[in-house]
Nanobody, 122 residues
């Protein structure tokens, strides 16, 4: 059974830090590129970051470049999104997706997780 399970969301203060995790199972993690999206209430889903299957290529939305970092741990079959200096406008439900292609921007999104909510507030 294919699963992408996000975790690590919660309340974070502006300027703080938070790390989201996306744990994969049920498919060949090592050949899939993984992406993070977010969706705030009343807004469209936004592609935030992506990492290639080998971990050698990454890309970010302009809104998070320089603040967020995506990484992957093949042994743990997990992708992380390190959120540094979050702003109130970063508050959203964050989702991860998997793309059978080794890399693409925008991705094809073959599989989706259920999301984890991030609240940014003092």
């Amino acid at each position: 059974q294919v699963q992408l399970v996000e975790s690590g969301g919660g309340l974070v203060q502006p300027g703080g830090s938070l790390r989201l995790s996306c744990a994969a199972s049920g498919f060949a993690f090592s050949i899939y590129a993984i992406y993070w999206y977010r969706q705030a209430p009343g807004k469209e889903r936004e592609l935030v970051a992506g990492i290639s299957s080998a971990g050698t290529s990454t890309n970010y939305a302009d809104s998070v470049t320089g603040r967020f970092t995506i990484s992957r741990d093949s042994a743990k079959k997990t992708v992380y999104l390190q959120m540094n200096s979050p702003k109130p406008e970063d508050a959203a439900v964050y989702y991860c997706s998997a793309d059978r292609s080794s890399w693409g921007w925008p991705p094809r999104d073959d599989y989706w997780g259920q999301g984890t909510k991030v609240t940014v507030s003092s």
